[in-house]
């Protein structure tokens, strides 16, 4: 049996940051729906209504493309420990890329990242809190360093080639938020 609340509790702010791993779920009107997982220490509550991660360049961009359809969007953490709790955030988010005025602003709350490609904001209108009963035990050993290695390893000019051959469009064709720079 599932409860369902209105705001995030101190509980499970606390459960919240205690997690390593998130998931990150979208859809646009037509196509894929995605669902992304998530770690690092890129997820911050603002508030019992307002969660911000930050999200780093990478092979796909479909979150961005869709909230420009639909701004719906998920985001469930699974406790993998002793504690059996399975939490999702359900609401309304939005985009904020560095060109935003907002955004240097709302970057100071985060770790300084290699290619941080854009921030998103949930705006959650219901928290529901289930069982995880068949969730599986397993123990945390660390973040992976690949991915700020490689995008360290490209550079900001190699960082910037990357996200436009790779960030503009996803894998349905639809186009993203990022903008396209004409040589």
């Known amino acids: 049996m599932a409860d369902f609340f209105k705001e995030l ?39 019992p209504n307002k969660v911000a991660y930050v999200n780093l360049a990478g092979s796909g961009n479909e979150t961005s493309a ?16 002793r504690t059996t709790t399975v939490l999702r955030l359900y609401g309304s988010a939005r985009e904020i890329i560095p060109q935003d005025p907002e955004f240097e602003e709302l970057i100071k709350v ?6 941080i490609r854009q921030i998103y904001i949930l705006d959650v209108d219901t928290v529901q ?16 360093e690949t991915l700020e290695k490689y995008m360290s390893g ?25 903008i396209q720079i004409k040589d």
Do not use: W
Request: proline share 5%; hydrophobic share 35%.
């Open 9 to 47: 509790s101190k509980k499970y702010m606390d459960f919240i940051e205690e997690q390593p791993i998130f998931f990150v779920a979208t859809a646009p009107k037509s196509g894929r729906i995605n669902l992304s997982p998530k770690g690092l220490d890129c997820l911050k509550i603002l508030n």
């Open 66 to 81: 869709h909230l420009l359809e639909d701004n719906r969007m998920t985001i469930m953490f699974c406790s993998f420990t």
């Open 110 to 115: 985060f770790p300084d990242f290699v290619a």
């Open 129 to 144: 809190k289930s069982c995880g009963y068949s969730v599986p035990l397993m123990e945390y050993q660390s973040d992976r």
């Open 154 to 178: 490209l550079g900001e000019d190699g960082v910037e080639e990357y996200q436009q051959k790779n960030n503009l469009t996803t894998i349905d064709g639809l186009r993203t938020r990022l």
